[in-house]
């Protein structure tokens, strides 16, 4: 069994230096990875069954309905490697589609998750090779030396989780994917794209509150992890769209004069003043591309659904 008290620890300390950092700064931000806790990942899950949060079942139908495509673009015995676990259907769909597929090599920094999902793979896909790599997919890291060569590789980042990332991010890890899969590679990458803000704001403000509770999740992770003194009842979830970035914004909002202990430090807050958690980027697929034309990829193939909601991108050396 792999020792991961190392990893958590580096984790943690992480996350204080983010959080001490972010919550100093005269805009208050906070890096939207720290959302995913397990009660985060699990309100994560909520929010895509969400009437509102359209992107996962529209992706999910986009991946079944052009299934045969995405396949004959990744090309047989293809070597697929996924950003982020495939924690269900979608992985499913791509893998139970392609022509004899050589191994499935899925990334993710929560390794008991990684297992797990793993395992169901095995069981799902018994002749296939799976070869976990526990990583932060944001950073440098290397795949596993062994990994076959002759087999051409496939990046594989569905769930437009490329919109959580800045555009230089976005080029930085779209860089990193070319020099895993080589020049020979492929990619294939979910993109939300820009539509009207009466279909995008409530799919990050649910009538339900489910995506309130996910985005105040983090205060109780700062006072669990970091000794805060959060009282989440005196904050609200906020959803903004912002037109210059092209962005939905989730915001933490103070409903009243307050100051918070986080990590032995005090942190004053003042009405109204919200801390930032994520920007949920939206493209148009002529944007997407050239972002990733900045990472020397180039247009393959775009399949999208009918109502122009999400597309999923085919991208090629
Ligand atoms: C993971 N990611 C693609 C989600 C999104 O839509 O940006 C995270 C999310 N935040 C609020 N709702 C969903």
Not at 92 to 97: G, P, S
Not at 98 to 120: C, H, K, Q, T
Not at 171 to 194: I, P
């Amino acid at each position: 069994m792999l020792d991961r008290a190392p990893l958590q620890a580096a984790q943690r300390e992480a996350f204080r230096a983010d959080v001490l950092e972010g919550l100093s700064k005269p805009a208050k931000t906070l890096p939207s990875r720290w959302l995913y806790d397990d009660r985060g990942s699990e309100l994560f899950e909520e929010i895509t069954q969400l009437p509102e949060y359209y992107p996962t079942r529209t992706e999910t139908a986009i991946l079944r309905a052009e299934a045969e495509a995405i396949a004959a673009f990744c090309g047989p015995r293809a070597t697929l490697i996924e950003y982020g676990a495939g924690a269900g259907v979608k992985t499913e769909i791509v893998l139970a589609a392609l022509d004899n597929p050589a191994s499935y090599v899925p990334v993710d920094i929560a390794g008991d998750f990684l297992a797990l999902s793993a395992e169901r793979l095995e069981q799902r896909f018994p002749w296939l090779e799976i070869r976990p790599v526990v990583a932060d997919f944001t950073d440098d890291f290397d795949l596993p030396s062994d990994l076959p060569r002759l087999n051409r590789r496939i990046g594989f980042f569905p769930g437009s989780t490329i919109g959580n990332l800045s555009p230089a991010q976005a080029v930085a890890f779209l860089a990193q994917v070319g020099a895993h899969v080589g020049d020979a590679g492929r990619a294939v990458v979910g993109v939300d794209l820009v539509k009207p803000l009466d279909r995008l704001v409530p799919a990050y403000d649910d009538a339900a509150g489910v995506t309130a509770a996910f985005n105040l999740n983090l205060l109780v992770r700062i006072n669990r992890e970091l000794d805060g003194t959060f009282d989440p009842a005196r904050f609200a979830h906020e959803a903004r769209w912002n037109a210059e970035e092209q962005a939905i914004e989730m915001h933490i909002r103070s409903l009243a004069p307050q100051v918070v202990a986080v990590a032995g430090r005090e942190i004053a807050f003042a009405e109204g003043e919200t801390i930032h958690t994520e920007s949920s980027r939206k493209y148009g697929v002529d944007a997407f591309v050239a972002l990733a034309a900045e990472a020397g990829w180039r247009a393959g193939e775009v399949w999208r659904d009918a109502d122009g909601l999400f597309a999923v991108v085919g991208l090629k050396r």
